[in-house]
T-cell receptor, first 116, second 114 residues
């Protein structure tokens, strides 16, 4: 069965500084990897995904993530954090084939706080 | 022109009651999902339907029964509500069952069982 680990419950960063939200995964075969963001009292919004090809994926609002197969990681990054980036971030994985391929598995979420 | 909508947004009810949550998507997608987000924000899949056919049925009490009258709608009926059912329930949809598809989420239904 697939799984996702987000090792930090909370990440604090000063406005204007770079941010990283960590994610590692476990899956049989090749993964499809996703990042979603949840603002307070809202549904999840898609940020970016890795399917195949270039390991560096660019997404919405200036976010990007790097797929690292050897480290089974898919960390979310942004060069310069904004206060409006403060939210709950979820990493998710789905195997490209086989058992579990119908199912998206989420990490437990990382709360990002950007301090003015 | 909301893509995925849920009703109601808030639901406060007594233990033992039966309630339904409705979900509609106007994206023309074939596949729809129900997720439960608990008080610790952990998100877990409950059910998935593809073109009105059940394809994911996770370990969920049989008090929860999904119904898909057509591929644009996926409703969730809950019998004999318990305190532990208090959570936020999210509906989502994708164009099909393909693993690379982005999921589009509704705004959530906040259920509080007293």
């Amino acid at each position: 069965a697939q799984s996702v680990a987000q090792p930090e419950d909370q990440v604090n960063v000063a406005e204007g500084n770079p941010l990283t939200v960590k994610c590692t995964y476990s899956v049989s075969g090749n993964p499809y990897l996703f990042w979603y963001v949840q603002y307070p009292n809202r549904g999840l919004q898609f940020l970016l995904k890795y399917i195949t090809g270039d390991n560096l994926v660019k997404g919405s609002y200036g976010f990007e993530a790097e797929f690292n197969k050897s480290q089974t990681s898919f960390h979310l990054k942004k060069p310069s954090a904004l206060v409006s980036d403060s939210a709950l971030y979820f990493c998710a994985v789905r195997p490209s084939t086989g058992a579990g391929s119908y199912q998206l598995t989420f990490g437990k979420g990382t709360k990002l706080s950007v301090i003015p | 022109d909301t893509a995925v909508s849920q009703t109601p947004k808030y639901l406060v009810t007594q233990m033992g009651n039966d309630k339904s949550i409705k979900c509609e998507q106007n994206l023309g997608h074939d596949t729809m999902y129900w997720y439960k987000q608990d008080s610790k924000k952990f998100l877990k899949i409950m059910f998935s339907y593809n073109n009105k056919e059940l394809i994911i049925n996770e370990t969920v009490p049989n008090r929860f029964s999904p119904k898909s009258p057509d591929k644009a709608h996926l409703n969730l009926h809950i019998n004999s509500l318990e305190l532990g059912d208090s959570a936020v329930y999210f509906c989502a949809s994708t164009p099909n069952t393909g693993g690379a598809e982005t999921q589009y989420f509704g705004p959530g239904t906040r259920l509080l069982v007293l």
